[in-house]
C-alpha cells in the first residue's frame, strides 16, 4: 500500500493526515525524514518535535531493539505486522504493528506505517490467560472432557480423558471416539446426538465403552451443541464420568429381586411338586422289590431305573430353585475358605485329566455361611469352569486374596469364553449355552453369595477364557496371611 502513494501524495493528502495510522520514513539511523500528523495522537510527538524524532532513541525502547527492526527490514526487503512495544513522549508504552520496507527512491530510507494495536494486545492477551485458566481448571477435573466434530472426531480431551482410556493425547486428537462405544450401543449414542439443535441444545446420554484390555465400563456424558452462525451444529463438548459401580449396583439389585421373585415363587412350586415326586419314588422303590421278587422282562426294570433317575433329577432342580429364596442366618458358622474350596474341587477331580490347576491362596480366610450352600456355590462356578475348558485341554487357576476385609475368590479359565451379547445374561435362571445344561448352576451360585453378602461378577473375551470373581465379608480376627 505504501509503494503505491507518491512522496507528495502520502504527506500532502489532507484526508491521509486523518488516519490513526502513522506514515514515517527515516534513516537507517532512525532519525525523521517525514512524518504524518498522526504522529501527535499516536506518539505525543507533533509539529517540530515530530520532525525531530529519532526512532532508535524516543520511540524504540533501546537502539538495540531499533537495530533489530532495522536489520530484519533489511534483511527481508520489507516486514509486515512486525510487532513491538514503543514509547510515547510521555513514558507511557504501547504495543505498534509496523510494516514497513527499504525504499530505493530515497537512498535506503525506511518508509513504513505503524499502528497502535494495545487494545487488541490487551484483549488477545487477556483472552490467552483466560483460556490458560479455562484449560487449567479443565485440566484439573476429574471428570472426562472433551470436544469432537459432527462426525466424531475429537478436536480435544483433557488429562483425565487420556489416563481414563491409559493413551497419549496425540492417539486421541484427529481420531473418532466411535470404536471405543460398545458396539450395541452405538446407534443409539448416534441418534441422541444427532437430535441436537439450537431449541435443545444439551442431551445425557449412558452408554458402554470397551476398554484397550477388552473390559467393559459404563459411562454417562452430557452432550451440549455449539452452533456456527446459521444454527448447525459446528461441535460438541461433552462432559462424561464412569458410572460402572452404580450400574453393577442397579443390574445387582434387579438380580436379586429377579431371584427372590422366582425363589418365591420355587418355594410354593417346590412344595406342590416333591410332595408327589416323593410318593412317585417310594412307589417306584415299592414296585422295584416286588418284580425282584418274581420274573419279570429285565428291561421292565431297566425303565423302572430310568424313571426313578428321572425323579431324582427333577428332585434336585426343586432343591436348586429353593436356594434362590432367603438363607435362614442363624445357621451360619465361621468357613475356612481354603477347605471349601478343597472340598469343591473333590467334587470336580475327574475333570482334572485334561486341566491343568493352578491354586494360589495369600493366606488363611475365614468367612460365616452355610457350609453346605456355599460348596454348593463354589462347586456350580468351578463345574462352570471346567466345562468351558475344550477337551484338548487348558487351564483352572484359583487365587485367594483378602483386601480392605472382603476375601477375593478368583476363578479363571482359558475356555471358550462367552460373548459379549451372553455376558450380561449368565447369572439369569434357565439360561445356558451347553447342550445339556439346566441354566441355573451361576443363577444358584449367585443367589448363595448374595445372600452372604458378597458379590459375584463374571468377565470374559471369546476364545481367550473367563474370569469369575467372588467377595465375601471376611471374618478379620480369625484371618492370616501367608505374606
Same mark, same amino acid.
Given at each position: 500500500?505504501?509503494?503505491?502513494?507518491?512522496?507528495?501524495?502520502?504527506?500532502?493528502?489532507?484526508?491521509?493526515?486523518?488516519?490513526?495510522?502513522?506514515?514515517?520514513?527515516?534513516?537507517?539511523?532512525?532519525?525523521?525524514?517525514?512524518?504524518?500528523?498522526?504522529?501527535?495522537?499516536?506518539?505525543?510527538?507533533?509539529?517540530?518535535?515530530?520532525?525531530?524524532?529519532?526512532?532508535?532513541?524516543?520511540?524504540?525502547?533501546?537502539?538495540?531493539?531499533?537495530?533489530?527492526?532495522?536489520?530484519?527490514?533489511?534483511?527481508?526487503?520489507?516486514?509486515?505486522?512486525?510487532?513491538?512495544?514503543?514509547?510515547?513522549?510521555?513514558?507511557?508504552?504501547?504495543?505498534?504493528?509496523?510494516?514497513?520496507?527499504?525504499?530505493?527512491?530515497?537512498?535506503?530510507?525506511?518508509?513504513?506505517?505503524? &499502528? $497502535? *494495536? +494495545?487494545?487488541? !494486545?490487551?484483549?488477545?492477551? %487477556? @483472552?490467552?490467560?483466560? /483460556? =490458560?485458566?479455562?484449560?487449567?481448571?479443565?485440566?484439573?477435573?476429574?471428570?472426562?472432557?472433551?470436544?469432537?466434530?459432527?462426525?466424531?472426531?475429537?478436536?480435544?480431551?483433557?488429562?483425565?480423558?487420556?489416563?481414563?482410556?491409559?493413551?497419549?493425547?496425540?492417539?486421541?486428537?484427529?481420531?473418532?471416539?466411535?470404536?471405543?462405544?460398545?458396539?450395541?450401543?452405538?446407534?443409539?449414542?448416534?441418534?441422541?446426538?444427532?437430535?441436537?439443535?439450537?431449541?435443545?441444545?444439551?442431551?445425557?446420554?449412558?452408554?458402554?465403552?470397551?476398554?484397550?484390555?477388552?473390559?467393559?465400563?459404563?459411562?454417562?456424558?452430557?452432550?451440549?451443541?455449539?452452533?456456527?452462525?446459521?444454527?448447525?451444529?459446528?461441535?460438541?463438548?461433552?462432559?462424561? &464420568? $464412569? *458410572? +460402572?459401580?452404580? !450400574?453393577?449396583?442397579?443390574? %445387582? @439389585?434387579?438380580?436379586? /429381586? =429377579?431371584?427372590?421373585?422366582?425363589?418365591?415363587?420355587?418355594?410354593?412350586?417346590?412344595?406342590?411338586?416333591?410332595?408327589?415326586?416323593?410318593?412317585?419314588?417310594?412307589?417306584?422303590?415299592?414296585?422295584?422289590?416286588?418284580?425282584?421278587?418274581?420274573?419279570?422282562?429285565?428291561?421292565?426294570?431297566?425303565?423302572?431305573?430310568?424313571?426313578?433317575?428321572?425323579?431324582?433329577?427333577?428332585?434336585?432342580?426343586?432343591?436348586?430353585?429353593?436356594?434362590?429364596?432367603?438363607?435362614?442366618?442363624?445357621?451360619?458358622?465361621?468357613?475356612?475358605?481354603?477347605?471349601?474350596?478343597?472340598?469343591?474341587?473333590?467334587?470336580?477331580?475327574?475333570?482334572?485329566?485334561?486341566?491343568?490347576?493352578?491354586?494360589?491362596?495369600?493366606?488363611?480366610?475365614?468367612?460365616?455361611?452355610?457350609?453346605?450352600?456355599?460348596?454348593?456355590?463354589?462347586?456350580?462356578?468351578?463345574?462352570?469352569?471346567?466345562?468351558?475348558?475344550?477337551?484338548?485341554?487348558?487351564?483352572?487357576?484359583?487365587?485367594?486374596?483378602?483386601?480392605?476385609?472382603?476375601?477375593?475368590?478368583?476363578?479363571?479359565?482359558?475356555?471358550?469364553?462367552?460373548?459379549?451379547?451372553?455376558?450380561?445374561?449368565?447369572?439369569?435362571?434357565?439360561?445356558?449355552?451347553?447342550?445339556?445344561?439346566?441354566?441355573?448352576?451361576?443363577?444358584?451360585?449367585?443367589?448363595?453369595?448374595?445372600?452372604?453378602?458378597?458379590?459375584?461378577?463374571?468377565?470374559?473375551?471369546?476364545?481367550?477364557?473367563?474370569?469369575?470373581?467372588?467377595?465375601?465379608?471376611?471374618?478379620?480376627?480369625?484371618?492370616?496371611?501367608?505374606?
Amino acid at each position: 500500500m505504501i509503494r503505491a502513494f507518491a512522496r507528495s501524495e502520502l504527506c500532502g493528502c489532507p484526508l491521509f493526515n486523518l488516519f490513526m495510522d502513522m506514515y514515517f520514513r527515516v534513516g537507517m539511523d532512525g532519525v525523521v525524514k517525514e512524518i504524518s500528523n498522526s504522529a501527535g495522537r499516536l506518539t505525543g510527538y507533533s509539529g517540530a518535535g515530530a520532525m525531530a524524532l529519532d526512532f532508535s532513541r524516543h520511540l524504540f525502547l533501546s537502539p538495540g531493539e531499533w537495530d533489530k527492526f532495522v536489520g530484519k527490514t533489511k534483511e527481508q526487503g520489507a516486514v509486515e505486522g512486525y510487532v513491538t512495544r514503543l514509547m510515547k513522549k510521555d513514558g507511557t508504552l504501547f504495543w505498534a504493528s509496523i510494516n514497513a520496507y527499504v525504499s530505493n527512491n530515497y537512498g535506503g530510507d525506511i518508509e513504513g506505517m505503524v &499502528r $497502535d *494495536i +494495545t487494545v487488541q !494486545k490487551n484483549m488477545d492477551e %487477556a @483472552l490467552a490467560r483466560n /483460556e =490458560k485458566r479455562y484449560l487449567a481448571i479443565i485440566e484439573d477435573q476429574t471428570d472426562l472432557i472433551c470436544r469432537f466434530l459432527p462426525d466424531g472426531t475429537l478436536t480435544f480431551v483433557n488429562e483425565a480423558y487420556c489416563r481414563y482410556f491409559g493413551k497419549h493425547r496425540e492417539e486421541l486428537v484427529g481420531k473418532s471416539f466411535t470404536p471405543i462405544v460398545y458396539a450395541d450401543d452405538r446407534q443409539m449414542c448416534e441418534k441422541q446426538i444427532a437430535s441436537l439443535g439450537i431449541d435443545n441444545p444439551v442431551v445425557e446420554v449412558e452408554h458402554r465403552v470397551v476398554m484397550g484390555n477388552g473390559e467393559v465400563r459404563w459411562q454417562r456424558w452430557t452432550n451440549r451443541a455449539i452452533f456456527d452462525d446459521s444454527d448447525k451444529p459446528l461441535e460438541f463438548q461433552a462432559v462424561g &464420568r $464412569d *458410572i +460402572t459401580k452404580r !450400574k453393577k449396583a442397579e443390574l %445387582a @439389585l434387579l438380580q436379586t /429381586e =429377579k431371584l427372590a421373585a422366582i425363589g418365591r415363587l420355587a418355594a410354593g412350586v417346590a412344595h406342590e411338586i416333591n410332595n408327589p415326586l416323593t410318593s412317585a419314588s417310594l412307589s417306584i422303590q415299592i414296585l422295584k422289590i416286588k418284580l425282584n421278587e418274581i420274573a419279570v422282562d429285565p428291561s421292565l426294570l431297566e425303565k423302572l431305573e430310568t424313571t426313578d433317575k428321572s425323579i431324582d433329577a427333577a428332585s434336585t432342580i426343586t432343591k436348586k430353585l429353593l436356594t434362590l429364596t432367603r438363607m435362614d442366618r442363624e445357621a451360619f458358622s465361621i468357613i475356612n475358605l481354603s477347605e471349601l474350596i478343597e472340598y469343591a474341587l473333590k467334587e470336580c477331580e475327574e475333570a482334572f485329566d485334561r486341566v491343568t490347576l493352578e491354586k494360589r491362596f495369600d493366606g488363611t480366610f475365614y468367612v460365616m455361611g452355610q457350609q453346605g450352600a456355599l460348596n454348593q456355590a463354589f462347586s456350580n462356578v468351578l463345574k462352570n469352569s471346567l466345562q468351558s475348558v475344550p477337551d484338548s485341554g487348558g487351564m483352572v487357576a484359583i487365587h485367594t486374596s483378602c483386601i480392605a476385609g472382603w476375601v477375593n475368590v478368583e476363578i479363571s479359565d482359558t475356555g471358550a469364553g462367552i460373548s459379549e451379547s451372553d455376558i450380561l445374561r449368565v447369572f439369569d435362571p434357565f439360561f445356558t449355552t451347553k447342550e445339556l445344561g439346566e441354566g441355573l448352576g451361576l443363577s444358584v451360585a449367585y443367589g448363595i453369595i448374595r445372600q452372604h453378602g458378597g458379590t459375584i461378577e463374571v468377565t470374559s473375551t471369546p476364545k481367550q477364557g473367563s474370569r469369575v470373581l467372588i467377595t465375601l465379608p471376611a471374618v478379620e480376627d480369625h484371618c492370616t496371611k501367608s505374606w
